[in-house]
């Protein structure tokens, strides 16, 4: 009997033995076969890619004793990767473009603020779209309501007018692959704006009209990094324009005095305007 009882007790061991390792390879074939942690953690970030969508609006402005019949398209492009052509930018955009103008010959200007981080409304409702707010300037504005204008400022009746809302500001974003890393970066924001005015200039036939930069405070560095990338792209700008330009960082540094002295004569207008120097 002592015997048959360890034959029992040996036979229950190498039981519990198998029956052990068909369960540890069992779990094994599950995970294995389960996404990884950092598999999934990938394909959540993949941003859903979207159409290019416009909405497009005519429009009137008084300009100047003129009246300007006008086309406003407000929309987005998709700028691609080179490297597998896949979409990993939506960039949008308002665009005025005058009806019944030569695009042959009518200029196209693209204007973006700076920051970096700005997206176009402050050029866009601030200075130069065919509408406006109303400010108090040169007084301080005050809190809402605010009031939209025609804009006697605007460009428009000398160009078209493309504001182009930077990547990861105002509507444009991330979609597909493309992560926040691809855009943050000085090379990185003048690849993606590169690619936009090709995709413009392309979709829209302007690759024979005159084309301008126009940048404001980062966006003039941006403007001088772009012109060269535009045109190693096959798309030569005919001029390019700088507003509240920083083209040389260093210029703050203790000991220089350009600043001083670029800044003389606005100090100055502003005195003459308020009556602090004689006139």
Not at 5 to 18: I, N, Q
Not at 183 to 196: C, E, L, N, P, Y
Request: proline letters at 6%.
């Amino acid at each position: 009997s002592q015997l048959l009882r360890r034959s029992c007790v040996l036979m229950l061991g190498t039981l519990f033995a198998v029956g052990t390792m068909q369960s540890l390879r069992a779990q094994e074939q599950r995970h294995s076969e389960e996404p990884h942690a950092g598999d999934t953690n990938k394909q959540e970030k993949q941003e859903p890619i979207p159409p290019e969508k416009s909405s497009v609006t005519k429009h009137d402005l008084n300009l100047d004793g003129k009246t300007l019949h006008y086309t406003a398209t407000a929309g987005t492009l998709l700028i691609r990767d080179g490297e597998d052509d896949h979409p990993y930018g939506s960039i949008f955009y308002v665009a005025y473009t005058l009806d019944g103008a030569d695009p042959t010959s009518r200029p196209v200007t693209f204007l973006y603020n700076g920051g970096p981080g700005s997206a176009s409304l402050w050029l866009h409702m601030g200075s130069f779209g065919p509408m406006r707010i109303e400010t108090a300037s040169p007084n301080a504005t005050g809190p809402a309501p605010y009031h939209l204008v025609p804009n006697q400022y605007s460009l428009l009746d000398k160009s078209d007018l493309v504001f182009i809302d930077a990547p990861l500001t105002g509507f444009s974003k991330t979609v597909g692959k493309g992560t926040d890393k691809d855009f943050r970066g000085v090379d990185q924001d003048i690849k993606a704006f590169d690619k936009f005015v090709v995709r413009y200039v392309t979709l829209n036939n302007r690759w024979n009209s005159p084309k301008y930069l126009f940048g404001e405070s980062y966006g003039t560095p941006r403007s001088a990094g772009l012109a060269d990338a535009l045109e190693e792209d096959g798309v030569y700008v005919n001029g390019v324009v700088l507003l509240s330009s920083i083209l040389n960082f260093g210029d703050g540094a203790p000991g220089l005095d350009e600043e001083y002295i670029g800044t003389l004569p606005s100090y100055a207008a502003i005195a003459w305007y308020h009556n602090k120097v004689q006139n």
